[in-house]
């Protein structure tokens, strides 16, 4: 402890002299700024703060110090002295230490050029490696590339064998077939890299080639030349021909000559087949048509002077069968349309005989199944698209779709029943529908063509007909009737025929030339109506005619056709125009008393309604004496009159509803003061016990 503060005493007085020593006054540089700032710092200190400040003289306190310095110096000596032998120990110690570490930096350093040995190799043995990786997957490049090369130019004996001595529809033949194509074509490849090894297969290859060739044409001519044969269904072989499709394909990869060969051979030996099938299955068709047909004189204006025995059969002769749809709208149902065709020989054998558009329907269905089937066919086997495909085709089809246009044209020119020919139209719109589901384009040009040929007869034959009903004079019908005319019914039937069969697929050109017709036969009915010489017989007239149309019409056209809204429209005009007709006789001075007291209520002269006291009293009277009587007359004479009892019927409740609205308008216009104090007001009939009356006379039927 002694020693500690001895040396903490000294170091202060060491800092002491070198504050002093600091100060050097001998200096140069001395600036007396720097003396003061020393003395500023000398007086900082603590000891001497606490010698100034208790007034101690330096010099006594210079040599205190000094002699303390000395004691501490001793004491020092001597503990220094009493740890000589551990300071000695401490010595060795660390020699000892120093040796140690010696030793270790020699094997340290020793480690270290080992290690950089070791890196050296490691670094060495990775250049090494990837040189060996490099020289690995060369060489497996080069052994696949070589490999490859050589299986694929290889042509083994099995190969050989089997083109040369195994029939080509053995499966084993097709698989070497392939080998062999793909063995050519890599051949090919590898002879444009100028690859040296091709030379050596090449005269091989070429030799099994032209084998091949020779055996896959013998089998396909052969197949082809099988489609000639009489009573052959060509379906079966060409079913057999798609199996192997290969052929043609490896042919044409190879010998374009031989496939062009084939493809001509197959060409003209099918077109042929088509061409004499469907001639033959036309003219046979034809033969199993009605008899009578429609013909220039059968026109919808043309007297009906046809005579039916009680056991004659129905013909198409009659007029009224010319313009009736019946059963021949089923050809266009789903059912129908993709029947079985018809069989002639088993239809001359049963005596069985068909419209037109059944045969049309029948004949363009065996050319659509044919085509269709040809078509993919062709796409299959010769793979060909687009206009290749559309062009083969036509090479095929061409010749008997010629024929059949042909045929169309001739038959089409002399034909005047406007229901087969329209039926014919939407059979060809189905199909065309039914073909492009099937996604075969082959024959659309061939519908296109035979509409074009189609649709103008049928506006040839309408026009025919409407200036038929234009020209047509009344008087030169016959007698007088008025019942429905034939004329009218034969509009009916032909219009709801039209309709019906234009739901499904609507055409503006129908619907025009339909209107036109239409305009003519309300023309026609008004000429006819205008025969009769009283008004009432003209009203009961076109009410039958115009009640027959619509009965006709709302049978096949729906509710909101333009034909069925416009014979409403008459019908309803007419209906009540006649039901003001048939109430004017008996009820005729009320109706028009009732207007008259009305129309003067209105303009507020009341005073003239008392001249017609008496007149009003007839009335009362008058009505409530006959009125009975009056309604029987009616009622029967009106169920006399029509033909259709449900629309007499009618006309019936109208009136008697009309004349209940005019009675009860009559008991209004006596309620009002000028007739309000009649005595005879009291004879009136009351409403409700007219009603009851009136309900009496509805029928049940």
Not at 280 to 296: F, G, N, P
Request: hydrophobic residues 40%.
């Amino acid at each position: 402890m002694a020693t500690e503060v001895m040396e903490g005493q000294r170091m202060q007085a060491v800092g002491g002299e070198m504050l002093m020593g600091e100060l050097d006054i001998t200096s140069d540089e001395f600036i007396l700024d720097e003396v003061d700032t020393h003395i500023q710092a000398n007086l900082e200190d603590e000891l001497v703060k606490e010698a100034l400040k208790t007034g101690v003289d330096l010099r006594h306190y210079s040599k205190q110090v000094e002699t303390e310095l000395q004691y501490i110096e001793h004491a020092s000596i001597k503990d220094y002295i009493k740890e000589s032998e551990n300071i000695a120990s401490l010595h060795n110690q660390i020699t000892a230490c120093d040796t140690i570490l010696e030793r270790m930096e020699q094997m340290l350093s020793t480690f270290q050029c080992d290690l950089s040995s070791i890196s050296c190799e490691i670094q060495t043995l990775q250049e090494q490696s990837i040189a060996m990786n490099i020289k690995l997957k060369n060489r497996q490049s080069v052994r696949s590339e070589l490999s490859q090369l050589v299986d694929e130019l290889i042509v083994p004996n099995t190969m050989i064998t089997t083109i040369l001595d195994i029939p080509v529809t053995e499966q084993q033949f097709v698989e070497q077939l392939h080998e062999l194509n793909n063995k050519i074509n890599y051949v090919k490849e590898q002879s444009f890299k100028e690859t040296l090894a091709c030379s050596d297969v090449q005269d091989i290859l070429d030799r099994l080639k032209i084998k091949a060739v020779s055996k896959i044409r013998e089998f396909i001519l052969q197949k082809i030349y099988s489609f000639r044969k009489p009573m052959t269904n060509y379906q079966v072989p060409q079913n057999a021909l798609l199996k192997y499709r290969f052929f043609f394909q490896f042919l044409l990869a190879n010998e374009r000559q031989v496939a062009k060969e084939i493809r001509d051979e197959y060409v003209d030996t099918v077109s042929k087949i088509y061409l004499s099938y469907f001639k033959s299955y036309s003219s046979r068709l034809m033969k199993v048509q009605y008899e009578e047909v429609a013909d220039k004189d059968d026109l919808m204006g043309v007297e009906d002077t046809a005579k039916k025995g009680f056991f004659s059969k129905p013909s198409l002769k009659n007029r009224n069968t010319i313009f009736t749809l019946g059963n021949r709208g089923n050809v266009i149902a789903s059912s129908e349309l993709e029947a079985p065709i018809i069989v002639p020989h088993a239809a001359q054998k049963n005596d069985t005989r068909y419209p037109f558009e059944s045969l049309f329907r029948s004949q363009h269905y065996a050319l659509l199944d044919n085509s269709c089937r040809e078509y993919l066919f062709l796409c299959d086997f010769f793979m060909v698209t687009g206009n290749s495909a559309q062009d083969l085709f036509n090479a095929i089809m061409g010749k008997t779709l010629s024929m059949f246009l042909k045929h169309m044209d001739t038959y089409v020119a002399d034909c005047y029943d406007s229901i087969a020919v329209f039926l014919s139209i939407h059979i060809i719109l189905r199909f065309k529908t039914m073909m492009t589901k099937r996604n075969v384009p082959a024959v659309d040009k061939y519908w296109d063509t035979l509409l074009e040929i189609l649709w103008p007869r049928f506006e040839f034959i309408l026009e025919l007909n409407t200036q038929n009903i234009r020209t047509t004079d009344p008087q030169k019908l016959g007698a007088l009737d008025t019942r429905p005319h034939y004329v009218t019914r034969r509009y009916a039937e032909f219009s709801s025929a039209i309709v019906s069969i234009n739901e499904t697929y609507p055409n503006e050109k129908a619907h025009s030339l339909l209107a036109q017709l239409q305009m003519e036969v309300e023309n026609f009915v008004l000429r006819m109506a205008a025969e009769f010489s009283s008004r009432r017989e003209q009203l009961i007239f076109l009410i039958n005619n115009y009640d027959m149309m619509l009965g006709v019409l709302m049978e096949r056209a729906t509710d909101d056709s333009k034909e069925v809204e416009s014979f409403q429209q008459l019908l309803g005009a007419r209906t009540q125009e006649f039901i003001e007709e048939i109430l004017s006789p008996p009820f005729g001075g009320m109706m028009a008393f009732v207007k008259e007291a009305e129309g003067l209520l209105e303009k507020g002269q009341v005073e003239r309604l008392k001249a017609e006291e008496g007149r009003a009293v007839t009335l009362v009277r008058g009505f409530a004496g006959s009125w009975k009587q009056s309604v029987e007359g009616l009622s029967q004479d009106v169920m006399r009159s029509f033909t259709n009892f449900k629309n007499g019927t009618g006309i019936i409740q109208g009136a008697l509803t009309q004349l209940i609205q005019y009675y009860h308008r009559f008991h209004k216009v006596l309620a009002q003061p000028p007739f309000k104090n009649l005595a005879a007001r009291s004879e009136l009939i009351n409403i409700h016990h007219l009603m009851v009356e009136v309900k009496k006379h509805k029928p049940n039927f």
